[in-house]
C-alpha cells in the first residue's frame, strides 16, 4: 500500500502533560493535517504522522493514522525533522518549518504555511537567516504547496531555483457544505429575528455579536482587539464580544487578557470560550461580525474562509494570504493592522445592517471558491503526481 | 572661563622626581633624556651632599628645585607629599612620576602623548624591567617580576580631586593612593630600570642597608632582600623595540 | 476630621512591629484591618476586620490608611484617603525591580514615610518631605517617629518633627562615631545627614573622610558615590565651577560624561541654575533639582528644563506630573510607547486599573515586550490578595 508520512511540529495536543494526546491541537495547522490525512485515506493509501512532542515520545492511532511523537530539542528542529524523515516510510511531506536548516529527503513535498517573518520590526539578520533557509527548502525540496500568495511571490522574488513549477499555489480551504449561514437566515447576519436587547434609553435595539474566531495570540491581533473591544463596548450597549480560541496558560498573552478581562467595566458582555474543530460554527453562525485582526504571521486564514463561508461580514487586516480572500469593500473589509483603522471598520459595520448583508452575501460567494472538494481533489492530483515521480 | 577638566589636546606634561645623591648615577643622563619628551620637570632634593643639585639646576626644563636643608628619609610619607605639593603648584596637566634611575624605552618618547591627549582615563602604569648588573639584562625570576604588572607612574592632575598619601614611613607609593581609584590604563610601553644595574658591591651595599632599616621584613619581604645576593639570577636579554614613526 | 483608620499589613497581628502607633491613633477611632479574623488574633478586640471587597464600604474622605507592604499600593490607589501612611519595616524595604517599584510608588504618594533603615531613609529624603526612620537605635528618635505618625493622622503638620528627627540622629550618630572608627560608610552618611541639614563644610569634611577611608579599603565605589557627593556639596557650598569639575572628575558611564559636557556647557552660556539642576539631578537629589527647575520652567527654549524635570518625576515615581510635561510634538514609535507605558503607570496609581490597561495594550501595538507590564499588575494584585487571605509567606 502507498504510504504517505507528514511531518510536522504540531497535531495530537502534547502541550499539557496528562493530555492524552486524543485530540489534535485546535489551531490552523492541526486541521490541516487532519484534512490531507483525509485526502490521504480516500484515495486508499496509507496516512503516517510524525510529529515534535513537547514532553515525551508516543505512539498512538487517531481515525486510522499512526501518530508518532519525537522528543526534541528546542534549539536542534531540524535535527528533529530529520530523525523524523529517517523513519519515515513513503513519500515525505514537510508539513511546516521550512525556515530550518533541515536536510530534506529527495523526492518530497513541503508545505509553507504562509511568510511568518513578516514582522516589520524584525532584525535585518533574523530576515537575511530566513532567506537562507528557504532558498535552502527551495533547492532540497521536489514540490513546495504554498498555501497562499505571498509566499509564492516571496519566492520568485528572493529565491533562485531552475523550475517555475516547483512551487505550487494550492490556497487552503473550507467546507461550504459544513460552514454555512444559519438555516433560513440567507446571507444575512446570525439570527433573523433578532434579540433585542433594551439599552436603556427605551428603545429596542438589536443585540450585536462580534466574533474573533482564533487563537489568543500577539501576532494574531490580541492586542488591537482588546483595544477596539475597549471602544466598542462602551459605544455599543448592546454588542457582545466572543473571543473564540485558545489561550497558552503562563505566557504574557495569557496573563494580558486575564486581567484585561478581570477588571473590564463590560466583562458580562465578554465571552472567551474555546470549541472543537468543527462546532466552532456555531460561534460564526451567532455572529453579526467577524474580525480577522492578524498582524503578521498569516497564511490562508481558515478562520477568514469559515467566517466567509458561514455568511458573515469581515473585517480583517492586509497581512500575508488575507490578502488573497478579501476585496476591500467586496466580500469583507480590508484595513492596515492598527487600532483606528480597525475600530473603524468595525463599527461601521456593526451599525451598518445593509453594508453587513451585502458584503456577507459576497463573501460566501468567494468561499465557494476555496471549497474543501476543490482542495481535496488538487491534493490528491498532486499526491498522485508526486508518488509517481519518485517511483512509488 | 574655567581651566577645562580633560584636554584632548596641548598638555602640559611635568615629570616630578625625588633625589639624593645621584651625581655619579644616572641623573645627568635621565633628565636629558626625560627633557627630550617632557614640557616641566620638578625635582626635591633630599639633602645631597653631592653635585646632585647642581646637575639638576644646569637643565632648562628643571623649572622646580626644593632643596631639604635636613633628609627626610626615613618619612617618606612627607617626602612623597613635598614633591607632589611642589608640582601641583606648577600647574601640571598630566604628572609622571619618575626616579633617577628609570628610563623609558626609545619608542615610549613619541608615544606618550597620545597616551595623555584623550580625555576618558586618568592615569597610565607602565612595565617596569629591573635591570641586573648591566645595561643589557633584565632580571626575570619568581620574586622579581615587577614587569609582569604595571606601574602607575602617569597621572593626570585635577585640582578638585582628593589626592593623599598613606602614612607610613617606607615604601609609600610614589603616586597618592586615590589615583588608582579613577580610570586608568596599562600600557604595553616599557620603562628600564637601572637601580640594580651596578655591580656586585653596589647591590650588596643595598642590601645591607635594607636589612639594617627593616631587619624584620616589616616593610618589605625578608625573601625579596635574600634574592638580592643570588649568585645565579635568571637574566634576559633587552631588546630595544624599532622606532615607530608617528603617523604624518 | 479623620474617624477611620484602616490597616493594610505584612503580617499577622501578633508580629506587627507598630502596635504602638495602632494603639494610639487608633483611640477614638474605627479601626480596620485587611486579613481575616485569624490576622488578628491577639489584637486588641476594637480591631476588626475587613475584605478587599468591604474596602468600598469606607468613608475614605475621612479615613487614613496605614500601609506596611508596597504590593497594597493599586488596593488604595484611587480612594483617595485623607492620609496615607507608610510605615516600611525593613523586611519590606528592598526586593527585585518590580517590587522596587510598587515601594517607590507607594512612597511617592504617602503622607508620610517610616523608614527601617538608614538606606532607603536617606534615599527618601532625596525626593521628598516628612520622612522618617524607626530602627532601635535611639529610642527618643524612635518616639519621634510613632509621634509624627500619630500627628499625620489627627491632621497636624509634621515637617519640623521630621527636621527634628534628622538633627537628633545626627547629633547622635556624631557622638557614637566620636569612640569608633567609623568605616567609608558610616562617613558617609555622616555626610549626607549635615547636608540634609544644610551644615555644607562639616557635610564636606566627612564626604573627603569617608572617600579616603572608601580608598583605602580599596572599595570599587570610592569615586562614583564617595567622591561625587562632594560635587552636590559644593554647589550648596556656593562654588558652582568647583562642583561641576568634582563631578566630571567623576563621570564613567557615556550618559555621566554626556551629563557633564552639557552641565559644563551650560556654565560657560551663562545658565548657572540649569547647570546647577542638572548636576542635582545626576546626583539623585530630585527634590532640590525639581525645585530649582520648577523655577527655570518660564525660559526654556531649548526644552531642557521640560526635559530634566520630566527625568525627575519618572525617577520619583511621578508618572501624573511626568505626563503632565510632555507635549504634543510628534514622537518616535520608542517614545510613543514610552509615553503609553508612563499613562498606563499613572492611571493604575489613580485607580483606573482598566484604562491602565488599555494604555499598556496600546504600547504593545509596536512589539509585545509591554505586556510584561501587565504580568507585573498582575502579580501585585495576586500578592495584595494573598495578603488579604492572611498568607503572609
New interface residues.
Given amino acids: 500500500m502507498r504510504t504517505v508520512t507528514i511531518l510536522t511540529h504540531s497535531y495530537l495536543n502534547g502541550y499539557a502533560e496528562g493530555e492524552a494526546y486524543s485530540r489534535p491541537f485546535g489551531g490552523g495547522l492541526e486541521r490541516y493535517i487532519y484534512d490531507l490525512c483525509g485526502v490521504i485515506q480516500s484515495r486508499g493509501w496509507r496516512a503516517v504522522v510524525h510529529q515534535l512532542s513537547y514532553f515525551n515520545s508516543f505512539e498512538t492511532t487517531y481515525l486510522g493514522v499512526f501518530v508518532r511523537g519525537y522528543k526534541y530539542e528546542l534549539n536542534d528542529i531540524a535535527g528533529a525533522f530529520e530523525r523524523m524523515a529517517a523513519d519515515a516510510e513513503g513519500l515525505v511531506i514537510y508539513g511546516s518549518c521550512l525556515w530550518h536548516p533541515i536536510r530534506y529527503r529527495a523526492g518530497s513535498i513541503g508545505i509553507c504555511h504562509g511568510v511568518n517573518w513578516d514582522w516589520h520590526d524584525m532584525s535585518e539578520s533574523i530576515k537575511a537567516d530566513v532567506a537562507v533557509m528557504i532558498q535552502g527548502a527551495v533547492s532540497g525540496l521536489d514540490r513546495i504547496v504554498s498555501v497562499d500568495s505571498h509566499f509564492q511571490t516571496y519566492c520568485r522574488a528572493c529565491c533562485s531555483y531552475d523550475d517555475a513549477e516547483r512551487l505550487v499555489l494550492l490556497p487552503n480551504a473550507v467546507d461550504t457544505v459544513w460552514f454555512k449561514p444559519l438555516e433560513g437566515q440567507g446571507q444575512g447576519p446570525g439570527q433573523e429575528e433578532s434579540e433585542v436587547q433594551d439599552d436603556g434609553s427605551g428603545e429596542q435595539a438589536p443585540a450585536l455579536r462580534l466574533l474573533y474566531p482564533r487563537r489568543l495570540s500577539y501576532e494574531r491581533g490580541i492586542v488591537p482587539m482588546m483595544l477596539i473591544t475597549d471602544r466598542l463596548l462602551r459605544e455599543l450597549p448592546t454588542l457582545t464580544v466572543e473571543f473564540a480560541g485558545e489561550l497558552v496558560a503562563g505566557t504574557p498573552v495569557a496573563v494580558a487578557f486575564q486581567t484585561w478581562l478581570v477588571s473590564h467595566p463590560h466583562r458580562d458582555r465578554i465571552v472567551h470560550r474555546t470549541y472543537a474543530f468543527n462546532a466552532v460554527r456555531d460561534a460564526y453562525q451567532a455572529a453579526d461580525v467577524a474580525v480577522i485582526p492578524t498582524v503578521y504571521s498569516e497564511g490562508t486564514s481558515l478562520s477568514c474562509l469559515e467566517a466567509m463561508s458561514c455568511g458573515v461580514a469581515v473585517v480583517a487586516t492586509n497581512v500575508g494570504g488575507l490578502n488573497d480572500l478579501i476585496i476591500d469593500g467586496y466580500n469583507g473589509l480590508r484595513v492596515p493592522p492598527t487600532e483606528e483603522a480597525l475600530y473603524r471598520a468595525v463599527k461601521q459595520l456593526l451599525v451598518d445592517e445593509s453594508a453587513r448583508r451585502e458584503l456577507a452575501m459576497h463573501a460566501r460567494g468567494t468561499a465557494a471558491a476555496f471549497d474543501l472538494a476543490k482542495w481535496q481533489r488538487r491534493w490528491g492530483e498532486l499526491l498522485e503526481d508526486q508518488l509517481g515521480r519518485v517511483g512509488m | 572661563?574655567?581651566r577645562?577638566?580633560?584636554k584632548r589636546t596641548g598638555n602640559k606634561l611635568t615629570a616630578m622626581m625625588q633625589v639624593r645623591n645621584e651625581a655619579d648615577r644616572y641623573l645627568e643622563a635621565a633628565l636629558a633624556d626625560l627633557s627630550t619628551f617632557v614640557d616641566e620637570i620638578v625635582i626635591v632634593d633630599d639633602a645631597s651632599s653631592d653635585a646632585t643639585p647642581e646637575i639638576c639646576r644646569s637643565f632648562d626644563k628643571v623649572k622646580r628645585l626644593v632643596e631639604l636643608r635636613e633628609p627626610l628619609f626615613g618619612q617618606e610619607a612627607r617626602l612623597r607629599y613635598l614633591l607632589w605639593a611642589a608640582a601641583i603648584q606648577t600647574e601640571p596637566d598630566w604628572l609622571l612620576a619618575i626616579d633617577a634611575d628609570e628610563f623609558f624605552e626609545q619608542k615610549a618618547k613619541t608615544q606618550l602623548r597620545q597616551l595623555i591627549d584623550q580625555d576618558r582615563y586618568?592615569w597610565v602604569g607602565f612595565r617596569m624591567y629591573d635591570f641586573w648588573g648591566s645595561l643589557a639584562y633584565y632580571r626575570d625570576d619568581s620574586l622579581w617580576q615587577l614587569h609582569k604588572r604595571h606601574t602607575m607612574m602617569l597621572v593626570r592632575y585635577?585640582?578638585?580631586?582628593?589626592y593623599?598619601y598613606?602614612a607610613w614611613d617606607h615604601h609609600v607609593p610614589r603616586l597618592p593612593?586615590?589615583c588608582?581609584?579613577?580610570?586608568g590604563i596599562g600600557s604595553e610601553l616599557r620603562v628600564k630600570h637601572y637601580g640594580w644595574a651596578g655591580d656586585e658591591a653596589s647591590r650588596r651595599a643595598k642590601y645591607d642597608r635594607y636589612m639594617k632599616l627593616d631587619p624584620q621584613g616589616q616593610w618589605g619581604s625578608l625573601a625579596q632582600y635574600a634574592s638580592i645576593l643570588d649568585p645565579q639570577p635568571n637574566l634576559v636579554r633587552w631588546q630595544e623595540d624599532e622606532e615607530v614613526k608617528p603617523q604624518t | 476630621m479623620i474617624d477611620t483608620i484602616v490597616l493594610f499589613p505584612h503580617c499577622a497581628w501578633e508580629a506587627f512591629p507598630y502596635q504602638t502607633i495602632l494603639e494610639t491613633a487608633g483611640r477614638e477611632r474605627s479601626v480596620y484591618v485587611v486579613t481575616t479574623p485569624a490576622g488578628l488574633s491577639g489584637a486588641p478586640s476594637s480591631l476588626l476586620p475587613i475584605t478587599l471587597d468591604e474596602l468600598h464600604t469606607l468613608p475614605w474622605p475621612q479615613t487614613a490608611a496605614i500601609v506596611t507592604h508596597p504590593c497594597w499600593i493599586y488596593e488604595i490607589a484611587g480612594r483617595a484617603p485623607a492620609a496615607l501612611i507608610a510605615l516600611l519595616p525593613e523586611s519590606q524595604e528592598f526586593g527585585d525591580d518590580a517590587y522596587l517599584r510598587c515601594r517607590d510608588a507607594l512612597c511617592a504618594a504617602a503622607t508620610l514615610i517610616v523608614a527601617s533603615s538608614e538606606p532607603l531613609y536617606l534615599e527618601q529624603w532625596f525626593r521628598r518631605s516628612r520622612v522618617f526612620i524607626r530602627d532601635g537605635l535611639d529610642l527618643a528618635s524612635d518616639a519621634i517617629a510613632d509621634a509624627a505618625a500619630v500627628d499625620a493622622i489627627s491632621g497636624k503638620p509634621i515637617d519640623s518633627l521630621a527636621k527634628l528627627q534628622l538633627q537628633r540622629r545626627q547629633d547622635f550618630r556624631e557622638e557614637q562615631l566620636k569612640t569608633l572608627r567609623p568605616s567609608a560608610m558610616q562617613s558617609f552618611f555622616q555626610a549626607v545627614y549635615l547636608y540634609l541639614l544644610g551644615k555644607h563644610e562639616q557635610a564636606e569634611h566627612w564626604a573627603k573622610l569617608a572617600f579616603e577611608q572608601a580608598v583605602f579599603a580599596s572599595e570599587d565605589t570610592a569615586v562614583t558615590t564617595y567622591f561625587r557627593f562632594l560635587s552636590v556639596i559644593r554647589l550648596q557650598l556656593g562654588k558652582p565651577c568647583d562642583a561641576i569639575a568634582t563631578y566630571g572628575i567623576t563621570a564613567v558611564s557615556d550618559a555621566e560624561r554626556e551629563a557633564y559636557a552639557t552641565m559644563a556647557a551650560l556654565q560657560e552660556e551663562g545658565k548657572d541654575a540649569l547647570a546647577a539642576a542638572l548636576l542635582l539631578r545626576m546626583n539623585e537629589d530630585y527634590q532640590r533639582a525639581a525645585e530649582s527647575l520648577a523655577a527655570l520652567q518660564e525660559d526654556d527654549d531649548r526644552g531642557l528644563v521640560r526635559s530634566l524635570l520630566y527625568d525627575v518625576y519618572s525617577a520619583c515615581s511621578k508618572p501624573d506630573a511626568a505626563l503632565n510635561l510632555l507635549g504634543e510634538t510628534r514622537r518616535t514609535v520608542a517614545d510613543h510607547t514610552k509615553l503609553k507605558l508612563l499613562e498606563g503607570t499613572a492611571l493604575a496609581l489613580q485607580g483606573k486599573r482598566h484604562e491602565a490597561v488599555h494604555a499598556i495594550l496600546q504600547a504593545a501595538m509596536h512589539g509585545a515586550d509591554p505586556l510584561k507590564s501587565i504580568a507585573e499588575l498582575a502579580a501585585v494584585d495576586g500578592q495584595a490578595q494573598r495578603l488579604a487571605e492572611g498568607d503572609y509567606a
Fill in positions: 572661563m574655567n577645562p577638566l580633560r586618568d585635577m585640582p578638585q580631586y582628593s593623599f598613606p593612593l586615590s588608582a581609584a579613577l580610570q
